[in-house]
């Protein structure tokens, strides 16, 4: 389903779930759209779902042959040839990279991990297993800057947020939001349930690529000691 989100932007939506084969339909738009670019185009941006195609309706009204219809109407009609066109574009030709995230999951870093233990019937430790056995996909980068939402959870751990979200949560707390798990990138308000810090900076706007994961990429989580998160904040490791 195609709809204007806005004066510059219309939004795909490809389904209702958190699913890796229509985040694979969400990335193939977003390569057609990249490769194929139509005057006006700005940016596409992912969700778990669908896609947002970002456009200058200012150049797309210049650029249009017969100033019939609108800019709007234009977009449209290119999205819906690429959507009506998806069985035919190949697979995705980008896997993402795989990026480990050294996580300590002490109680100091970690305040929920008692309280997603106690929901689930399990122990902390048991928590803090599964957690680092999974391999995450991340579907969209949102909410602040370098925010990775990521899909593939075991159903063992979810939980739902916090009834009343947190004022202030430490860059770096890595958080459970029902089946989601994330890192929050900076300083920021929030309901997920924090069970760990990772000392590794998630986005630092002086870096050629401000946001360490982009959607696409592959999560996977290491446990680390306390002292093992001093000594990487330290640069000793």
Known sequence: MLYPLSENAIHITLGHNIDPEIHQRVKKIMERVEEEPFHGYVECVPSYTGV?????PINIYHT???KKGS????????????????????????????VTIPVCYDEDFGPDLSHVAVENGLTKDEVIQIHTSGEYLVY????????????GMEDDI?????REPRTKI???????????????????P?????????PVRMFDSHREEPS????????RFKAITYEEFNAYKEGDL
């Open 212 to 219: 360490l994961l982009k959607a696409g990429d592959h999560v």
């Open 170 to 188: 430490p860059a770096g707390s890595v958080g459970i939001a029902g089946s989601q798990t994330g890192i929050y990138p900076i300083e920021t």
């Open 71 to 98: 800019p709007s109407e234009s977009v449209m009609r290119y999205l819906k040839k690429v959507v009506d066109s998806l069985d035919a574009i190949p697979q995705s030709k980008e896997s993402g990279n795989v």
């Open 52 to 56: 947002t195609v970002f456009y200058d």
């Open 140 to 151: 969209m980068i949102g909410f602040a800057p370098g925010f990775p939402f990521l899909g």
């Open 158 to 162: 979810a939980t739902p947020r916090k």
């Open 64 to 66: 249009m042959e017969e």
């Open 190 to 198: 929030g309901g997920w349930q924090l069970i760990g810090q990772t």
